[in-house]
């Protein structure tokens, strides 16, 4: 079966210090990968999705990036943190076409102090 | 790209049934209505999913009109455990575009 695993569970760090957050996706190949982020009490907002290694549309301008150096492995980061990009942010998965939906992590709780 | 509007929140008892609806207008034919389940520091996890009338598993039901444009998910006999932000989400199993997460339902079970 497939499984997706998104780490740490939380992070406390200073601004202006960077950020690398990881997921993997273990049991299916070639998945869609995305990162959102979740403000408290507001929706999900999409940041990154990649349909393939290297290959990343980013929705949302801002200091972060994301890399996709192996198929199932999606990389979050940023050089130099800011106090708003505190947030729950999620990793998830899905099948070419959202066939049956996505998948989520557990989530990283990122505050920026 | 579909829009989909849901009431912010709801509030129900233990043992009730909670009916939310989603309305999406402008659904294309290619689209396919999914709902999520998200709880607190949480990732939202998939419920069901459905392209017409009426689809039931173990968790929900799913009640989609004739036109569409709308949809009801029906959770039976609520427990304190379902209090949740539920999703409607709308998208095409092609994967054209991404659909999006709105701000969702807040259902709140009470005692």
């Known amino acids: 079966s497939q499984t997706i695993h998104q780490w740490p569970a939380t992070l406390v760090q200073p601004v202006g210090s960077p950020l690398s957050l990881e997921c993997t996706v273990e049991?299916?190949?070639?998945?869609?990968l995305y990162w959102y982020r979740q403000a408290a009490g507001r929706g999900l907002q999409l940041l990154f999705y990649?349909?393939?290694?290297?290959?990343i549309s980013s929705e949302v301008p801002q200091n972060l990036s994301a890399s996709r150096p192996q198929d199932r492995q999606f990389i979050l980061s940023s050089k130099k943190l800011l106090l708003s990009d505190s947030g729950f942010y999620l990793c998830?998965?899905?099948?070419?076409?959202?066939?049956?939906?996505?998948?989520f992590g557990s989530g990283t709780r990122l505050t920026v102090v | 790209l579909a829009k989909t509007t849901q009431p912010i929140s709801m509030d129900s008892y233990e043992g009730q049934e909670v009916n939310i609806t989603c309305s999406h207008n402008?659904?294309?034919?290619?689209?396919?209505i999914t709902w999520y389940q998200q709880f607190p520091s949480q990732g939202p996890r998939f419920i069901i999913q459905?392209?017409?009338t009426k689809v039931t598993n173990e968790v929900a039901s799913l009640f989609i009109p004739a036109d569409r444009k709308s949809s009801t998910l029906s959770l039976p006999r609520v427990s304190l455990s379902d209090t949740a932000v539920y999703y409607c989400?709308?998208?095409?199993?092609?994967?054209?575009?991404?659909?999006?997460f709105g701000r969702g339902t807040s259902l709140i079970v009470h005692p």
């Open positions: 998830a998965w899905s099948d070419m076409g959202f066939n049956y939906g996505y998948t």
């Open positions: 049991g299916t190949s070639n998945p869609n």
């Open positions: 990649s349909v393939g290694i290297g290959q």
């Open positions: 402008n659904i294309a034919t290619n689209d396919y």
């Open positions: 459905g392209y017409k």
């Open positions: 989400l709308v998208g095409d199993m092609e994967g054209s575009y991404i659909p999006t």
